[in-house]
């Protein structure tokens, strides 16, 4: 598996951000309001990114030798949670950003104001998730393999 590119990670957030921003904009229309951004939803979020940093420290750990019985399933778990969570916080962030792009244009309004203020703390604790998964995803990394024996045998095929 290859780890997610930056590129991937930039596009589905400002993907969702647009198609959010659309149809947030469609539901005001017709009278339908968010609530606020809950401050257990930054826990929630932050929470997941640690509980992903925690898993991918001991695979880290295991690659510098200071841990050697690491199970590789383990290793290979955390990789795929690490990509999820990546991915889980450009989701989320666009989500955010969303809500943020929403409300921008209404700050002089103290409830706008304060929905935008949530929003914006919410898309920072997105990106950490993004940014922690990105980084786990490194610390999963193999290095690559010393071929020693390869440059020491002589081509089995004659040209």
């Known amino acids: 598996m290859r780890r997610t590119s930056i590129r991937t990670l930039a596009l589905v957030l400002v993907s969702v951000a647009a198609v959010g921003a659309l149809t947030l904009r469609l539901l005001e229309g017709y009278g339908i309001y968010l609530p606020q951004v809950a401050w ?31 199970d590789p399933l383990r290793a290979a778990r955390t990789f795929v949670l690490a990509k999820a969570g990546a991915l889980s916080g450009a989701l989320l962030g666009g989500r955010y950003l969303a809500e943020v792009v929403v409300h921008v244009g209404e700050l002089e309004i103290e409830p706008r104001q304060e929905q935008a203020i949530a929003a914006a703390i919410a898309v920072v604790c997105s990106l950490v998730l993004t940014a922690v998964g990105l980084v786990v995803e490194k610390f999963c990394e193999l290095p690559p393999p010393e071929d020693t024996q390869a440059e020491e045998s002589p081509d089995p095929l004659p040209s």
């Open 40 to 70: 257990v939803e930054y826990i929630a979020i932050l929470g997941l990114a640690g509980a992903i940093f925690s898993a991918g420290w001991s695979v880290r750990a295991y690659q510098k030798g200071d841990k050697p019985d690491l």
